[in-house]
């Protein structure tokens, strides 16, 4: 996948869209998601907080910041998400709590070529 025209975003800008976990071959291609349990492998609950993209692969994400890519199994189980308007807006005015330890890439690179 080509990162150049990808947005970076970091992911306390999500919110679960859905009121629980769905199977991920229910999910459609291009949705954003969170994987909640892998049963495939024989994990209950996932503590891994990014957010991945599904591709037209029927099995294969990718993750939305640093373009890594992860297989599912279609039996296992992921929360999908959605931009969070509110936090996005929060962040970009620094005035959301965890602002500064979630900038992206860009913003980094970009005060620091400021500084100089």
Same mark, same amino acid.
């Given at each position: ?12 800008? *999500?919110?679960? !869209?859905?009121?629980?976990?769905? /199977? %991920? ?7 954003? %998601? ?5 049963? !495939? ?8 907080? /990014?957010? *991945?993209?599904?591709? /037209?692969?029927? %099995?294969? !994400? ?5 373009? @890594? ?45 400021? @500084?100089?």
């Amino acid at each position: 996948m080509n990162t150049n025209n990808v947005v970076l975003l970091p992911t306390i800008a *999500y919110r679960p !869209s859905a009121s629980r976990a769905i /199977r %991920f071959d229910a999910l459609h291609p291009g949705s954003t %998601f969170r994987i909640e349990a892998e049963p !495939s492998r024989g994990i209950k609950k996932v503590r891994d907080g /990014r957010v *991945y993209r599904k591709d /037209r692969n029927g %099995f294969f !994400s990718v993750d939305t910041i640093t373009g @890594a890519g992860v297989v599912l199994m279609p039996h296992d189980l992921v929360m999908p998400v959605v931009k969070d308007k509110e936090a996005m807006t929060k962040l970009k005015q620094g005035k959301h709590p965890n602002a500064k330890q979630h900038e992206t890439p860009h913003a980094v690179d970009n005060k620091q070529k400021a @500084a100089v």
